[in-house]
């Protein structure tokens, strides 16, 4: 959020803030957080690292979980192993992601052979999973 004539608001005294201008899609590591010496704070700031920011979070700016999502796994457009899962059967084919994402969210996949479009789990990188 941007206040009135462009300023920034101001950091709470116990919020987690960025030490430096971090771009969208970056991995947040422990050089890139400054966190109050309380152990609240301190707590907050560990629960964030490793996580992948959604959008561009500027230096001095609290870090919020809103503003970060798991790593991105799969992304969009990328060809992904598919696998159909039923019972004990296991079949596997190769399948475009329509989105990106991140472990276990689901996407949409389309199969090269079929064209056609499911949804599906990503279960590790490049690799997305659906029951049917």
């Given at each position: ?54 959008r561009s979070i500027y230096k001095g700016q609290p870090l919020n979980k809103s503003d970060l999502r798991a790593p ?61």
């Amino acid at each position: 959020m941007i206040l009135a004539g462009g300023a920034m608001p101001a950091a709470a005294a116990e919020d987690v803030v960025a030490a430096r201008n971090i771009r969208a899609g970056a991995i947040i590591a422990a050089a890139d957080i400054v966190a109050p010496a309380s152990e609240t704070a301190l707590r907050a700031a560990t629960e964030l690292v490793g996580l992948e920011a959604a959008r561009s979070i500027y230096k001095g700016q609290p870090l919020n979980k809103s503003d970060l999502r798991a790593p991105t796994l799969v992304e969009r457009n990328a060809i992904v192993t598919m696998e159909f899962v039923k019972g004990p059967m296991l079949i596997s084919t190769e399948g475009r992601a329509l989105d990106q994402g991140g472990s276990g969210e689901r996407i949409r996949v389309m199969n090269l052979l079929s064209k056609r479009i499911v949804s599906a789990t990503i279960v590790n990188a490049n690799t997305v999973r659906t029951k049917q």
